[in-house]
């Protein structure tokens, strides 16, 4: 007996670092173009109606799509290439789901597939997308970097003392002049060029965005930043999984 199956292909374009060959993975077939594109075509039995199943199918598409985003390929796109419902044989064996890849560490030599095809919950989304337009489109503007990071950072962090540092920060590159007492404070301790006073005898933190000195400074910070949100969605990532 024969049911129906849909098969969807997608084509990923744009990686940081291309596969350095074609990935073998579960329940998918894949094809690394000349260009370093990579094609991959899902298939799924239809189990209650057609629709349903293309939402699985694309559904497993954005979470892989999102692992390769966090993996640091900011500038990835990804593009419908076809959809096809089709008779399937009735015995055909397949999976349960592509399994969670475990390493998320950005690569930054060429190399060969992972084990496992990379996802991760659709649940980390819009972190995950904060995350790589701004170390991507973003990538040489630190101030900007610093305070889109900072929305990750105060949505899931607890307020340390380091994420308390990180938002005096945020608020210096924030405004053109800034007297909040905090910032004033923090950065004549650490960068008292930035500190002037106004014509009431009053002190206030100013950070000049042309100024490389200022730049060099806040991108500590922004660095710190960025380690802190990349374990903040680390550990959305296992908590959505378990």
């Known amino acids: 007996m024969s049911k129906k199956s ?7 374009e744009t990686f940081s670092v291309p596969y350095a060959s074609t990935p073998e993975w579960d329940d998918c077939e894949c094809n690394l173009e000349n260009d370093g594109s990579l094609t991959v075509t899902m298939r799924r039995p239809v189990i209650d109606n057609t629709e349903e199943t293309k939402k ?8 892989f799509e999102l692992a390769l985003r966090y993996k640091g390929h900011h500038k990835l796109s990804a593009h ?11 015995n ?33 989304k819009r972190w995950i997308y904060t995350y ?9 503007f630190v101030a900007e970097q610093l305070i889109r990071h900072y929305l990750i950072i105060e949505e899931l962090g607890s307020g340390n003392e380091q994420e308390e540092e990180l938002r005096i920060m945020r608020n210096f590159v924030s405004h053109p002049r800034c007297d909040d007492d905090s910032v004033v404070e923090f950065i ?17 933190a100013a950070f000049d ?4 000195h ?29």
Request: with cysteine.
């Open 80 to 90: 419908l290439v076809d959809v096809q419902v089709d008779d399937c044989d009735d």
């Open 188 to 204: 004549k301790d650490n960068f008292e060029s930035a500190i002037s006073v106004n014509s009431n005898g009053n002190e206030y």
């Open 6 to 12: 849909v098969a969807i292909t997608r084509r990923f």
């Open 209 to 212: 965005h042309s100024n490389v």
């Open 214 to 242: 200022h730049g060099n400074f806040v991108s500590k910070y922004e660095a710190k930043a960025r380690d802190q949100v990349c374990r903040l969605i680390d550990e959305q990532i296992e908590g959505h999984r378990n």
């Open 132 to 140: 790589s337009e701004t170390n991507g489109v973003l990538a040489s």
């Open 56 to 63: 699985e199918i694309l559904g497993l598409f954005e979470e």
């Open 92 to 124: 055909a064996s397949v999976n349960d789901g592509i399994i969670f890849g475990d390493d998320l560490v950005d690569e930054v030599q060429p190399r060969q597939p992972e084990a496992k095809m990379p996802r991760v919950p659709l649940a980390c």
